[in-house]
Nanobody
Framework: QVQLVESGGGLVEPGGSLRLSCAAS????????IYWVRQAPGKELEWVSD????????RYTDSVKGRFAISRDNVNNKMYLQMNNLKPEDSAVYYC????????RGPGTQVTVSP
């Protein structure tokens, strides 16, 4: 079955960086677009970024453009989200998923941006 497991979250000060990882199994990773979504307390799930099959096309929600970078490793079935210049409003649980609505998402990894 599809399994996605996120890691790499933590507590960071504003302006700091984190690199999230997503390990995938149970499906043909190289044949799927992969998505990052996030959910802050009391808010709806929000699409953050996605990447096409070979990594040549990436898309970002406006609030993270220029600060976040998505990438993938089809050999090792992993995806990454490099997050730079983090802001308090980036605080959320981050999930990797198989669609922009969070389908098949993993347990998530908490990102907290606070002084």
């Amino acid at each position: 079955q599809v399994q996605l497991v996120e890691s790499g979250g933590g507590l960071v000060e504003p302006g700091g960086s984190l690199r999230l990882s997503c390990a995938a199994s149970g499906f043909t990773f190289s044949l799927q677009w992969i998505y990052w979504v996030r959910q802050a307390p009391g808010k709806e799930l929000e699409w953050v970024s996605d990447i096409n099959l070979d990594g040549t096309t990436t898309r970002y929600t406006d609030s993270v453009k220029g600060r976040f970078a998505i990438s993938r490793d089809n050999v090792n079935n992993k995806m990454y989200l490099q997050m730079n210049n983090l802001k308090p409003e980036d605080s959320a649980v981050y999930y990797c998923a198989l669609n922009k609505h969070g389908g098949s998402r993993g347990p998530g990894t908490q990102v907290t941006v606070s002084p």
